[in-house]
T-cell receptor, first 117, second 113 residues
């Protein structure tokens, strides 16, 4: 399958700081990427859909000013958690869609574990 | 929006037995149903998927069935092995330009020796 990378794999930061997470499609171009958050022993919750060259679409309840998404190229999307707080600690996973319209498949990055102290 | 229910939440089987995980979805327009396997601390990995124009798909020990009328789909793992132990998520995707995956709540499968 297609390869999606994510960086960093884990990060520890102080409360109030901002953290940037990168998601890259390594062997394909992705016009659409997705950002998920997963708390321990829970399912994946979609935060936002990242569209290359346009604004991201956020799910209900997700603060767009807190979780800044930039999809500046066909192979890179970034998620910035601004003014992070302990409740933002979670496993953040990006995903990219690949394939022809109507036949798309979605692959996930390895995830970024964020711990806010 | 779409709602996906998944059962059971935990499943323990002996090595060599079969395991079945079931999901139901609410949006009749959904047309794509993937299954992901997630090991602890790792990314979800696509193990099999099925599209709405197909009723069954098989890949070695793994099979998925889809009943569009009843809006449910199931994952079947035969001859289970200890390395099958993981959390399995079903998902459904709606149609249209704003299509997205909606995930089930997950099933923790434990294959015992």
């Amino acid at each position: 399958g297609a390869v999606v990378s994510q960086h960093p794999s884990w990060v520890i930061c102080k409360s109030g700081t901002s953290v940037k997470i990168e998601c890259r499609s390594l062997d394909f171009q992705a016009t659409t990427m997705f950002w998920y958050r997963q708390f321990p022993k829970q399912s994946l919750m979609l935060m936002a859909t990242s569209n290359e060259g346009s604004k991201a679409t956020y799910e209900q309840g997700v603060e767009k000013d807190k979780f800044l998404i930039n999809h500046a190229s066909l192979t890179l999307s970034t998620l910035t958690v601004t003014s992070a707080h302990p409740e933002d600690s979670s496993f953040y996973i990006c995903s990219a869609r690949v394939g022809l319209a109507g036949q798309e498949t979605q692959y996930f990055g390895p995830g970024t574990r964020l711990l806010v102290l | 929006g779409e709602n996906v229910e998944q059962h059971p939440s935990t499943l323990s089987v002996q090595e060599g037995d079969s395991a079945v995980i079931k999901c139901t979805y609410s949006d009749s327009a959904s047309n794509y149903f993937p299954w992901y396997k997630q090991e602890l601390g790792k990314r979800p990995q696509l193990i099999i998927d099925i599209r709405s124009n197909v009723g069954e798909k098989k890949d070695q020990r793994i099979a998925v069935t889809l009943n569009k009328t009843a809006k449910h789909f199931s994952l079947h793992i035969t001859e289970t092995q200890p390395e099958d132990s993981a959390v399995y998520f079903c998902a459904s995707r709606n149609t249209g330009t704003a299509s997205k995956l909606t995930f089930g709540t997950g099933t923790r499968l434990q294959v015992t020796l």
